[in-house]
């Protein structure tokens, strides 16, 4: 079983960048497809962006699309978030997620999450 863990995370202004970073321990991240999502205060869960297992093909929620981009080094057992241009909006605890059935944007299909990393950006 795969256990991941989220880092990167921070209070920045609007217009900012972060870089959010997933690390895995145990089995190589080369057999799952990855995920990235999202929780602001009371609301509910949603998706970021995902990527499949190779690292060739990413897909990203509309939200975000232009201003974030997710990544994956195998070698390095890591998927990434890029974030830039951040918005107020994008404040939001963010976890990483692993999928087993291949590529996937439903958070339900994700077998394994991390603990989350809180992104705060302020006005």
């Known amino acids: 079983q795969v256990q991941l863990v989220e880092s990167g995370g921070g209070l920045v202004q609007a217009g900012d960048s972060l870089r959010l970073s997933c690390t895995a321990s145990?089995?190589?991240?080369?057999?799952?497809?990855m995920g990235w999502f999202r929780q602001a205060p009371g609301k509910e869960r949603e998706f970021v962006a995902a990527?499949?297992?190779?690292?060739?093909?990413?897909y990203h929620d509309d939200s975000v699309k232009g201003r974030f981009t997710i990544s994956k080094d195998n070698a390095k057992n890591t998927v990434y978030l890029q974030m830039n241009s951040l918005k107020p909006e994008d404040t939001a605890v963010y976890y990483c997620?692993?999928?087993?059935?291949?590529?996937?944007?439903?958070?339900?299909?994700?077998?394994?999450w991390g603990q989350g990393t809180q992104v705060t950006v302020s006005s």
């Open positions: 145990g089995p190589t991240l080369r057999s799952y497809a």
């Open positions: 997620a692993a999928a087993t059935g291949g590529f996937q944007i439903v958070q339900d299909r994700y077998d394994y």
């Open positions: 990527i499949t297992r190779s690292g060739v093909s990413t």
